[in-house]
């Protein structure tokens, strides 16, 4: 069988759909011999390195004007790919090509059908939501929206397999064709590199607590300055002498005066993330809008700590909050509960770090596709 993999996501991003990207890609290159990867590409950059080295690669630069780029959104091309996937299978024929990001079928889905290929779709989140709290310049925003939700219902309808990030996503997906086989799967994320094992001492809960993320991203920006606002000083009155760090990319003017108000440690576009969280005991994720499964939680979580999350953020996790190791708030009261759960406990950061690879490293990852690629008949 030859396999052609599509992603619209950046190989040598370090964001949240990244990292989910290229867990998944690595799974499949791990599962399946012969697959080419179409990707994109920035102009003197190669991200080679973070592709398997037995995966074919093929680079798609965009040479497109503004004024192109501007008119395909108008014309439901959401991305670089439409002429040049087009192209490809007139020359290359595959039995089983897989669309990472229901973004990807935009203008494509009938392509990919018609060259008699079994179709995967991999759905990163609810499209919806995730537009609502992520929105697009005025110039494109009306036929953007449409055609990425387009997309997301066609890759649906038109998929031989659906695969989601998170069960919940999978049920929302599911009610909208209520009746219909849309052979959908939660498969979850991992890392996308085998890691050995890593050993943790004994930790005790303290009072230094850390956030991280892209301070400049709406999705995260906005939830954080609500965050400092609304629990922040839950917090100085529960845990006296608390002290709270932020961490991430390229922090907007807000967060920076909100900080330096409350004399909270901002730390911008650190050199290594790791360093930072790890002088923390607790780490904080405060994201409360959108879909999908939200990666930043995981920045604790594989340092053994333990994690307190906005619900919404809890989605995915939901094994590591029975274990104990995360901790679910809604409002001010649950806020309070969560910080005192945090509090009257004793972590050991190796157990936390266990349940951690238990769901979310590379083999874990591997093993849940191939479950569901042998259950639909494609393994």
Known sequence: MKKLIITRHYMDDNNGGSNASKG?????????????????????????????????????????????????????????????????LKHE???????????????????????????????????????????????????????????????????????????????VFQKWFEGRNLHLHAVGICEYLWKPYMSFPKTSASNTFVISGSLCFKQSAVPILEFIRRFYPIMQ????????????????????????????????????????????????????????????????????????CHKVSSVGYETLEKGGALFVYDDEESFKKALQQVASKHFSADEIYSLYRREFSFMSGVNRLKEVLAEEGVL
Request: net charge positive; with cysteine; hydrophobic share 40%.
């Open 93 to 171: 024929k595959y039995d089983l090509i897989v669309l990472d990001h229901s973004v990807t079928a935009a203008g494509l889905i009938d392509a990919v059908k018609k060259s008699g290929a079994k179709v995967v779709s991999l759905h990163h989140n609810v499209e919806a939501d995730y537009i609502k709290d992520n929105e697009s310049s005025l110039l494109y925003r009306i036929p953007y929206d449409y055609f990425a939700i387009k997309a997301e219902k066609d890759a649906l309808r038109l998929s031989d397999i659906n695969l989601t990030l998170t069960r919940n996503d999978a049920s």
């Open 237 to 308: 009155n529960v845990s006296p002498g608390c002290k709270l760090i932020v961490t991430g990319r390229n922090p907007c003017t807000e967060i920076v005066d909100a900080c330096k108000i409350q004399g909270i440690e901002l730390i911008p576009n650190p050199e290594n993330m790791d360093d930072i969280i790890k002088r923390a005991s607790v780490y904080i994720c405060p994201i409360n809008a959108g879909s999908g499964i939200k990666l930043r939680v995981m920045d604790g979580l594989k340092r053994g700590m333990p994690v307190i």
């Open 24 to 88: 998944f890609i690595w799974s499949l290159g791990y599962i399946y011999s012969d697959c080419t990867l179409i990707y994109p590409e920035h102009d003197g950059v190669d991200s080679s390195r973070f592709i398997p080295f037995s995966v074919k690669k093929v680079p798609v630069f965009d040479h497109r004007s503004k004024l192109r780029k501007g008119l395909d959104v108008y014309r439901g091309r959401l991305h670089r790919f439409v002429d040049f996937v087009k192209d490809h």
